[in-house]
């Protein structure tokens, strides 16, 4: 297959991601176990889906490079081993009742947990290598470029986000409990919280910046393709300047969302309920983007001639 050759142990992880979201679908059905009221095998259902878009993206950066190529295929390499542990303790953990993250309940527990902090940095940093190799030689065309440099530094952010979360809270430290970081910040995890993703509806929750964040490594290549796309029909956007505008508005923008979903989840304030100084800087973050928008959109200015 030809999207195997991209790179075969990432695509090959990818994959495999897709036999475990279908193990963790039946485990859904005939489970009726629950963690902090959630179904068991929600977690690593999640875990699955990710993993799989991050590897085949992964891949797919790594299959853009000129140089350096090698050593990012070796680190790409690493990358895939790594996920495939993090799945198996994520994965290994529910199958035995028990909570994955921040867990410290007992010895093996702990153990279990620093594995996956360690393999969650060796993505990151994975990532990383791989978004400089991208930054200091051309790549694609200058839309696809833009976009693949922005999204990769913005998920960059977005990962770095769950390096907050192991962080452990005042009242743990005050209690010395078992459990070492949360994803809610103001109250205990567990609780009230949005379909599917469970994000709480009742305090903040970092979980929905490290989601967006992490996704900008395939919303905006997507919407570099869609404006190539869009190129075929609409005159304006056959301008590549005007494609690489859009993308920089689109970079822009999105960066500031992560930041402003972030800000209101360390304000212990829940995404669904925003307080007047969020929606203030929402208003002011979407008119920004218009702004930008029509900016990237005017004709160009052409010389003219006497």
Request: hydrophobic residues 55%.
């Amino acid at each position: 297959m030809k999207l195997i050759r991209l790179h075969p142990p990432l695509m090959i992880a990818s994959l495999a991601m897709l036999a475990v979201l279908a193990f963790t679908l039946v485990g859904l059905v005939v489970d009726d176990r629950t963690s902090l009221g959630v179904p068991i095998w929600l977690k690593p259902m999640k875990f699955a889906i990710s993993i799989a878009i991050y590897t085949a993206t992964l891949a797919w950066l790594i299959s853009l490079l000129d140089r350096g190529r090698r050593v990012a295929y070796w680190l790409g390499t690493v990358a895939a081993i790594a996920m495939f542990i993090e799945i198996a303790i994520i994965g290994g953990q529910a199958a035995r009742g028990v909570r994955s993250h921040f867990n410290n309940s007992t010895e093996l527990d702990g153990r279990l947990f620093q594995i996956m902090g360690l393999t969650i940095t060796i993505a990151w940093f994975v990532t990383l290598w791989v978004g400089v190799l991208l930054l200091i030689q051309r790549i694609a065309d200058r839309p696809t470029s833009l976009a693949v440099r922005f999204g990769v530094f913005i998920a960059l952010a977005g990962m770095a986000v769950g390096f907050i979360m192991v962080t452990p809270t005042r009242s743990q430290l005050a209690s010395s409990s078992d459990y070492q970081g949360a994803h809610a910040v103001g109250i205990e995890d567990g609780g009230p919280g949005l379909p599917v993703v469970n994000w709480s509806t009742e305090a903040g929750d970092l979980r929905a910046g490290h989601f967006v964040g992490m996704h900008a490594l395939q919303a905006l290549p997507l919407l570099a393709l869609l404006l190539a796309l869009g190129s075929r029909r609409f005159a304006r956007l056959r301008d590549e300047t005007t494609r690489v505008r859009l993308i920089a508005v689109a970079g822009v923008t999105y960066a500031g969302l992560v930041v402003l979903v972030t800000s209101q989840a360390l304000r212990g304030q829940s995404i669904v309920h925003p307080d007047a100084l969020t929606l203030a800087a929402f208003t002011l973050l979407a008119m920004v983007a218009l702004v930008g928008a029509a900016w990237a959109l005017r004709p160009r200015r052409t010389g003219v001639v006497a």
